[in-house]
């Protein structure tokens, strides 16, 4: 038992680590000003037009999702996209709508877009696949679901999206050169992530060198880092009992509920059943059940992937990121109906969680 914890353990250390150090980067970006004079350079070039604004907007929103992880899109993203919608007359709505279904349907493309990603890639290991191989697997889905969700956003909030704006509101006054630094930063961990380099690594370098450059530049700001110490160690914690339990065959008698076999109906069944279990119990967990189910086949682990990621919009609960979401929207003094919210999530589920599954090859 404790050499099974210690392995399990040894397995979602890095994953901790990565969590911890990739918000750091991301909180040092924003602080900054990355963000904001992104978005605000958007709306500069938009031609004052609301759609091509708000269709920017997502581009950055997906860029964020992909290389920065889904609660980076949630928490810091959506203040930025609220703020320059109200500066322009815009309705919010689409925009706040669009960081926090776009931070969950579009986590797919990469290992350190979600976390549950970098749980499968272990199991990857296991069927003698790598990060290309998963890449490769998981390219169509996720530009599946990320079109479907924008589809959809643009169909739901297609009065708000019409018309044009007149202001054009300038970024904020920022340190020029944390602002290189920072934006470069973000430029380069893209690229390795893409193509394979350890996630902890990759991130561990970048808040390290944005630590030392804020520190430098701007030392005031290093107490308004808070790394989510709490987050990874409820991380560690779950994920590691849960591991412990699969490597324990306690959870093997779920597998039934989640069938087998990777037929396209097969893979439907999977995503679906993975989706629902996300929304009861929250997509990591839900992730951590299902897996002993879809570990032997690589497109099973992407459906599920599909399922408890683009699937994890009902309930609020679905995805930590979902629970910042609402956190910051509330900050801002934009509040919506949860029952609304949550069933135009099952809609948005139901399609991206389909076609994702639908692409998956």
Request: with cysteine.
């Amino acid at each position: 038992m404790s050499q099974t914890l210690l392995a399990a353990l040894v397995q979602v250390a890095p994953i901790a680590v990565f969590l911890v150090a990739i918000t750091v980067t991301a909180e040092v970006a924003q602080l900054a000003g990355v963000f904001d004079v992104a978005a605000h350079a958007l709306a500069r070039r938009a031609r004052h037009r609301v759609l091509l604004l708000w269709l920017a907007f997502a581009g950055l929103a997906v860029a964020c999702t992909v290389v920065l992880s889904l609660d980076t899109t949630a928490v810091l993203l959506t203040p930025v996209g609220i703020a320059v919608a109200r500066q322009t007359g815009i309705a919010p709505l689409p925009f706040a709508l669009t960081t926090l279904w776009i931070a969950n349907t579009g986590s797919l493309l990469l290992p350190v877009s979600n976390l549950t990603n970098l749980l499968a890639v272990h199991r990857l290991a296991d069927l003698d696949a790598g990060h290309g191989d998963y890449v490769r697997a998981a390219a169509l889905p996720a530009l599946a679901a990320v079109a479907v969700t924008l589809l959809l956003i643009a169909v739901l909030q297609r009065r708000a999206l019409r018309g044009t704006y007149a202001v054009e509101p300038p970024a904020d006054p920022h340190d020029r050169v944390l602002l290189v630094v920072a934006g470069g930063v973000c430029l380069l961990i893209g690229p390795l992530f893409a193509v394979g380099a350890p996630p902890a690594l990759v991130a561990l370098g970048s808040a390290g060198v944005l630590l030392a450059v804020l520190r430098w530049r701007a030392p005031g700001l290093v107490r308004d880092v808070r790394p989510p110490w709490l987050m990874a160690g409820a991380f560690l914690v779950v994920a590691g009992l849960l591991r412990l339990a699969q490597g324990e065959g306690m959870l093997d008698w779920l597998a039934p509920a989640f069938g087998a076999g990777t037929r396209t109906l097969d893979l439907l069944h999977l995503s679906a059943t993975a989706a629902l279990a996300a929304n009861a119990v929250n997509n990591l967990p839900a992730y951590l059940l299902v897996e002993p189910a879809a570990s032997d086949d690589v497109r099973r682990l992407v459906a599920s992937l599909v399922g408890v990621n683009a699937g994890a919009l009902v309930t609020p609960w679905a995805s930590l990121a979902t629970l910042l979401w609402l956190q910051r929207c509330r900050a801002a003094g934009l509040r919506i109906p949860l029952l609304r919210l949550a069933a135009w999530g099952a809609l948005c589920a139901t399609l991206s969680v389909t076609a994702a599954t639908l692409a998956i090859r």
